[in-house]
């Protein structure tokens, strides 16, 4: 029995690249190829703002913990911060040579991670007053598709089928090889060893990385076969673009994909 979905939100012209949850989860941040990006009422449905700026797709988008500042990327190179209740971009990052295809952020939002199609992560700290980033990964072997952070770790998920964890405290990193490009990466809440990755095989596979990143549930019904969709994911729910132009939840405990 498959998982059953929850609501569509509407509200973009064409296809929804990426859709993630605030921290409370009761809304739902998306962006499309439409150069938009909303916030909308994750239980409703209601679209409550909308924040204009990017010149070209938007591809990735992360809130910070308190809910304040949001992060966006696209096709113009260009990664944003916004203030989220005003809609204002507070500063422009540029750096990478081709589209930035995700972003992440730290809980206070003073380090911004953007991963782009020239196979690199940046790192961004702003505190700085440089706008040039503060590191660069070089280890993607293709287009960097996904990036999630956690307080010691950057996890990135490439087009090269691997599921990179960089440990900032021990300085190694960890190699996951998968076989489907690999799109998106969530952790579903931060006690959790579960990861939520999303494939070009139409699925989202959750990845218990405590058990050598067994499979212990799969979600499809979404099309994630052209673009780079993101996913998204809490305890209860995950929720991810399409490339219908719908915006798609899953209930995780009702799932009979296991």
Known sequence: M???VLQQIGGHTGSVNTAIFDTTGD????GGQDKRILLSNANTGRQVQSYDGHGWAVQGVAINQDGSQLASC???????????STAQIKRKLTGHQQRVDCVATSK??????SGSFDKTVCIWDMRAAPRSPLQVLKESKDGVASLVMTDSEIIAGSIDNCV????????????????????????????????AVGCMDNTIQLLDRSNDGNVVATFAGHKCAEYRIQCDANKKIVVSGSEDGFVYLWNVVA???K
Request: no cysteine.
């Open 2 to 4: 498959g998982a059953r």
């Open 27 to 30: 809304y739902v941040v998306s």
């Open 74 to 84: 696209g096709g113009d190179r260009m990664v944003f911060v916004w203030d989220i």
């Open 108 to 113: 206070d939002g003073s380090i911004v991670a």
């Open 164 to 195: 990179r964890t960089y440990d900032i405290r021990m300085a190694r990193v960890i190699e996951d090889s998968l076989g489907s490009p690999v799109v998106s990466v969530a952790i579903p809440s931060p006690q959790t060893s579960m990861l």
């Open 255 to 257: 799932s009979g994909d």
